[in-house]
């Protein structure tokens, strides 16, 4: 078949991998200049499938109003909110009922762990290197904290993923490099789990898809859909629509306003964060691999000769305009563990992005009810993590195989209203 992707951050790119790889002829549509441009830019990187779960969780709703007004919030409300983001949190508060959740989060997971499984089996095949580095540790500053993270403990466990709960002494050999001026409670240690640059990750499939007759046209804005005859494609500038068999819709945040075209209504909205990264001063007072500040919800990432600290979910507001109280946090929580670890003085790199969530956790593969158009869209806060294994079902889905995992909780009718 003939398929467009729209979008070339690491879902589109991807989800166009695997299609070509099943014999598809694909163009990729990209409005920026390269890929990886958007969110999937500079995020904390981190891939650890068994605290991939759904922001809508029973305790959440009051988790939040605990954090709206501390100094260092990991939450923050940008009023006012529009129209569309109060039905969003009104929806993401219905979906926080433990039924729910609980459902949800087995979709989540067993996406999480597969696609985990498929980025492996792609980095061998392709010998990718990536800045790839394995362990996690969170960090929990006091017994309070300690004890928070026990639910999530217990999600870990049911999931079979292997973890030790650990002493500052334990924590300290693995990552030797933590302040020793900065007292704290305790750690936990995910040995599998691991961080990766998922910008340069998504390059170097650019350039596999490529290689196999993917085409991708960059500069190149999507207009409109439609789905009569075929599928076809309005683009900025062209006087003429282009004609496909398919499209993929794996435009990110924007995918609202194209298949707004299309009369389908996507409940997704802007979670911003925040990442600042900076070169390495000294390698041994830098991070091994990624680390999780769990009052905070700040990770820090070890990426090559660099330390990416990234953190804060801000709804509402504006992507051009960056909270400086954000950024103050990052630079705090680096500060508290690894001072010293970068150069902050020059090059560094703050950067604001968008995650594209959906009010109930799993993002959307498959069918969007109209015939020839795809969705692989909404992976909120994990889209690094889910991606390999969402391009993958979206590529069996399309192709009329059963993919490995079951596909319904994935589905747009969820959402409907
Ligand atoms: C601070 C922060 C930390 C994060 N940390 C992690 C993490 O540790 N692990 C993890 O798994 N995830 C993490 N995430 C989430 C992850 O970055 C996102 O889920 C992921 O990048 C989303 O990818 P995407 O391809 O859907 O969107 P994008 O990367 O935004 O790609 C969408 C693409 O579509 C293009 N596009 C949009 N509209 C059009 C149009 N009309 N025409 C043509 N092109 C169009 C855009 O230009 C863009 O390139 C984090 C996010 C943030 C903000």
Redesign the pocket.
């Known amino acids: 078949m003939k398929i467009a992707v729209?979008?070339?951050?690491?879902?589109?790119v991807t989800t166009a991998y695997e299609l070509a790889k099943d014999g598809h002829e694909v163009t990729v549509?990209?409005?920026?200049s390269a890929?990886?441009?958007?969110?999937?830019?500079?995020?904390?990187?981190?891939?650890a499938p068994g605290y991939?779960t759904p922001w809508a969780a029973p305790g959440m709703p009051a988790k939040v109003m605990g954090h709206l007004f501390s100094r260092h919030a990991a939450v923050k409300l940008s009023l006012p909110l529009s129209k569309r983001e109060l039905a969003w949190i009104w929806r993401w508060y219905r979906a926080c009922r433990l039924e729910t959740y609980l459902t949800n989060r087995s979709h989540l997971q067993k996406l999480a762990f597969y696609s985990r499984t498929r980025l492996h089996a792609l980095t061998t095949d392709l010998q990718l290197d990536y800045e790839r580095s394995e362990g996690y540790l969170v960090l929990l500053r006091s017994e309070k904290d300690s004890q928070g993270v026990q639910p999530g403990l217990q999600v870990l466990r049911e999931a079979e993923v292997q973890f030790k709960e650990i002493n500052p002494e334990q924590a300290r050999k693995i990552e030797p490099a933590l302040n020793p001026d900065t007292p704290f409670f305790g750690a936990i240690h995910l040995p599998e789990d691991e961080?990766g640059n998922?910008r340069q990750f998504a390059l170097l499939i650019k350039n596999e898809a490529q290689n196999i007759g993917v085409k991708f046209e960059f500069n190149?804005?999507?207009?409109g859909l439609s789905a009569t005859e075929g599928v076809s494609i309005g683009i900025l500038n062209e006087r003429n629509a282009r004609s496909f068999d398919a499209a993929v819709v794996?435009?990110?945040?924007?995918?609202t306003?194209?298949l707004h075209t299309l009369r389908l209504n996507i409940p997704l909205v802007a979670?911003?964060?925040?990442?600042v990264t900076a070169n390495i001063r000294e390698a041994l007072d830098a991070p091994r691999s990624a680390v999780m500040d769990e009052r905070y919800k700040v990770?820090i990432?070890r990426l090559g000769q660099r330390v990416r600290v990234?953190?804060?979910a801000e709804i509402g507001g504006n992507i051009n305009h960056k909270n400086k109280r954000a950024l103050v946090t990052l630079y705090k929580v680096l500060q508290d563990w690894f001072p010293g670890a970068a150069h902050l003085s020059n090059g560094v790199q703050e950067?604001?992005?968008?995650?594209?969530m959906l009010p109930d956790g799993p993002p959307i593969l498959g069918k969007s009810g109209l015939k020839g158009i795809w969705l692989n869209?909404g992976?909120?806060?994990?889209?690094?993590?889910?991606?390999c294994g969402s391009a993958r079902v979206v590529a069996d889905q399309i192709g009329g195989k059963s993919p490995a995992i079951d596909d319904a909780g994935f589905s747009v009718d969820r959402l409907r209203t």
């Open positions: 729209i979008g070339a951050g690491i879902i589109g549509l990209e409005r920026r890929a990886a441009e958007e969110t999937s830019f500079a995020n904390a990187g981190i891939v991939v961080v998922c190149t804005v999507v207009t794996c435009a990110g945040l924007d995918s306003s194209l979670v911003h964060g925040y990442s990770a990432s990234a953190g804060s950067w604001k992005g968008a995650r594209p869209l992976h909120g806060s994990s889209g690094w993590a889910l991606s």
